[in-house]
C-alpha cells in the first residue's frame, strides 16, 4: 500500500511570492492534515480536512490556507511568503477525523529567500 | 504557551541499557497521548500510543507509562538499539468538536544509542 506522497520534495522562492503544495493520502484515508516543522517551534498543526471540509485550524495567519478534493488529495496555499514561512511541510492522513494515529508523509521542504 | 514539553533536547544510551525520554503536558483536557520517530529526511513515525484511561501500554521493547495526576507520560525503550537513534516527538491530542481533533507535539527529543 502506497504511503502518503508529497510534491514537491524541495522548492525555493521568495518574498512575496506564493507556493502550493500537495498531498496525496493513504487510499482510503479521508482525513489530512498539515503540519508545519522548524527547528525551533517543533511541529505546529496547521489545519485538518475531511471528506472535503476543514474541520480544525491552527493559530497561522490567514496567508495559509488549503483545501481538500472529492479524491481526498489536499493542497496548501501559502500567500505573500515570509523568510519566516521557510520550515518543512508535513502531510498527514487518517482514516477518520478524530483517529489518534497520523501516516506522515516525507514533506515538503521551503526556503524563502 | 507550549502545552506539550520535552525538555530534553538530547540524551546519549549506550547499546542494550534503557532509554527513558519524558513528556510533561499542561491541558488536562488532552485524552490521548502518542509518540512518534523521525529519522532525517523523513516523516514521523507512529511508535506507540496511550489512551488517558490508562496508564501503561506495552509493545515490544516500547512502553509507554502515563501519570495523569502528575500530567507527565514517558517512554520506555529496553533494551536499547543503534537503530533506535532518532528524534523523538510526544504528542496530544483532545476532541477538538465534531469528531475533529489536532495533535499538539513537543519539540523533540534526540535519543543517540552508542554502540
Known amino acids: 500500500k502506497a504511503g502518503v506522497t508529497q510534491t514537491p520534495r524541495y522548492l525555493i522562492k521568495t518574498r512575496g511570492q506564493q507556493v502550493t503544495l500537495s498531498c496525496s493520502p493513504i487510499s482510503g484515508h479521508r482525513s489530512v492534515s498539515w503540519y508545519q516543522q522548524t527547528p525551533g517551534q517543533g511541529l505546529q498543526f496547521l489545519f485538518e480536512?475531511?471528506?472535503?471540509?476543514?474541520?480544525n485550524k491552527g493559530n497561522f495567519p490567514g496567508r495559509f490556507s488549503g483545501r481538500q478534493f472529492s479524491n481526498s488529495r489536499s493542497e496548501m496555499n501559502v500567500s505573500t511568503l515570509e523568510l519566516g514561512d521557510s520550515a518543512l511541510y508535513l502531510c498527514?492522513?487518517?482514516?477518520?477525523?478524530?483517529?489518534?494515529?497520523?501516516?506522515f508523509g516525507e514533506g515538503s521542504r521551503l526556503t524563502v529567500l | 504557551d507550549q502545552q506539550v514539553k520535552q525538555n530534553s533536547p538530547s540524551l546519549s544510551v549506550q547499546e542494550g541499557r534503557i532509554s527513558i525520554l519524558n513528556c510533561d503536558y499542561t491541558n488536562s483536557m488532552f485524552d490521548y497521548f502518542l509518540w512518534y520517530k523521525k529519522y532525517p529526511a523523513e516523516g514521523p513515525t507512529f511508535l506507540i500510543s496511550?489512551?488517558?484511561?490508562?496508564d501503561k501500554n506495552e509493545d515490544g521493547r516500547f512502553t509507554v507509562f502515563l501519570n495523569k495526576s502528575a500530567k507527565h507520560l514517558s517512554l520506555h525503550i529496553v533494551p536499547s538499539q543503534p537503530g533506535d537513534s532518532a528524534v523523538y516527538f510526544c504528542?496530544?491530542?483532545?476532541?477538538?468538536?465534531?469528531?475533529?481533533?489536532?495533535?499538539?507535539f513537543g519539540k523533540g527529543t534526540k535519543l543517540s544509542v552508542i554502540p
Open positions: 496511550i489512551s488517558s484511561i490508562k
Open positions: 480536512y475531511f471528506s472535503e471540509t476543514q474541520r
Open positions: 504528542a496530544a491530542s483532545v476532541n477538538s468538536g465534531a469528531g475533529s481533533y489536532q495533535l499538539t
Open positions: 498527514a492522513s487518517s482514516l477518520r477525523s478524530g483517529a489518534g494515529e497520523l501516516f
